[in-house]
């Protein structure tokens, strides 16, 4: 009994990790291997990053020379890397600048950044009623609704803009019933 309790005392770290060192070695090669490659995943999209963002100023440069055939072109393409920044910047650009006269290379833009881009629920929330502010007289009233009405029910800031807006939308068309539904919502 003694000798059970000897035996059971006596620790050596020494044997301890002679009898575990594959488990060990393993263990550090994984770290080591995970960080390795943490570390060249953020490495990467630091460059794709850096990479768009030299297209983006170079497109704004392209835009201030008056050359907007090629400045479209560079924003489509970036538009088209889903980047949660500089896509729905991209976007903007084209529609300030009126850059594109085909609407429906734009809505296909807006729908690119709305589904494909992932962004915040408030930036996708902006975007969606920026497409259908885009669409304006174009733009049936069940799209229209459809569009908006997830943005009223949830507690997106844009809430009360957008609810304005359908409140407008009602008014212009003299539907003052319709109207009222959106009021203090």
């Known amino acids: ?21 594959k488990i060990f070695v393993s263990f550090l090669i994984l770290v080591i291997v995970s960080t390795i490659l943490i570390i060249g995943v953020r ?3 630091s460059k794709v990053n850096k990479d768009i963002s030299n297209e983006f100023n170079k497109a704004k440069i392209l835009i201030q ?47 690119e950044v709305i589904s494909e881009t992932d962004l915040d ?3 996708r929330d902006l975007f969606i009623f920026k497409k259908i502010i885009f669409l304006g007289d174009e733009i049936d009233e069940n799209e229209m609704l459809t569009n908006l009405k997830p943005i009223i029910q949830s507690n997106s800031p844009w809430k ?13 068309k003299n539907e003052f019933n319709k109207a009222k539904e959106f009021e203090n919502q």
């Open 43 to 45: 490495e990467y999209y």
């Open 121 to 123: 629920t408030d930036i």
């Open 65 to 111: 020379k008056n050359n907007s055939i090629e400045a479209a072109k560079i924003l489509g393409k970036i538009i088209e890397k889903n980047n949660s920044f500089y896509s729905p910047s991209a976007l903007n650009l084209i529609i300030e600048n009126n850059l594109i006269k085909d609407k429906e290379q734009i809505l296909s833009y807006f729908d």
């Open 160 to 172: 009360r803009t957008v609810s304005d807006y359908i409140r407008k939308y009602y008014r212009s």
């Open 1 to 21: 009994m003694e000798n059970q309790d000897e035996n059971i005392k006596k620790f050596n770290l020494r044997n301890y990790y002679n009898e575990n060192k």
